[in-house]
């Protein structure tokens, strides 16, 4: 299984973007699927986690309210969007599948990484 993410760039603070992770080859079948995020010199973070088969959603208190994770079954996609973006959110963010956690442990696929900057 790969994951590929996208939809990363520049942002204005206040302002929104939309990230997508697809996933290609084999059976894909994870408990969740779920968003990261590391910024320079940071440890990588939790940032969100969505169950793959039911409504289950988790977020980082950093970014609750503000983000919001989704998933397209039949695409093999999952979503975060980003509103009311603030500097402290420029992160590399990256997708992950696996198990219901929090914790880079719980995630055994990962997706390659798109650089998120919000000016202020």
């Known amino acids: 299984v790969q994951l590929q993410a996208s939809g990363g760039g520049l942002a204005q603070a206040g302002g929104s973007l939309r990230l997508s992770c697809a996933a290609s080859?084999?059976?894909?079948?994870?408990?969740?699927m779920g968003w990261f995020r590391q910024a320079p010199g940071k440890e990588r973070e939790f940032v969100a986690r969505?169950?793959?088969?039911?409504?289950?959603?988790s977020y980082a208190d950093s970014v609750k309210g503000r983000f919001t994770i989704s998933r397209d079954i039949a695409k093999r996609t999952v979503y975060l969007q980003m509103n009311s973006l603030r500097p402290e959110d420029t992160a590399v963010y990256y997708c992950?599948?696996?198990?219901?956690?929090?914790?880079?442990?719980?995630?055994?696929?990962w997706g390659q990484g798109t650089l998120v900057t919000v000016s202020s």
């Open positions: 992950a599948a696996g198990r219901w956690g929090s914790q880079r442990r719980d995630y055994d696929y």
């Open positions: 969505k169950a793959w088969s039911g409504t289950a959603t």
């Open positions: 080859g084999g059976t894909f079948t994870p408990v969740a």
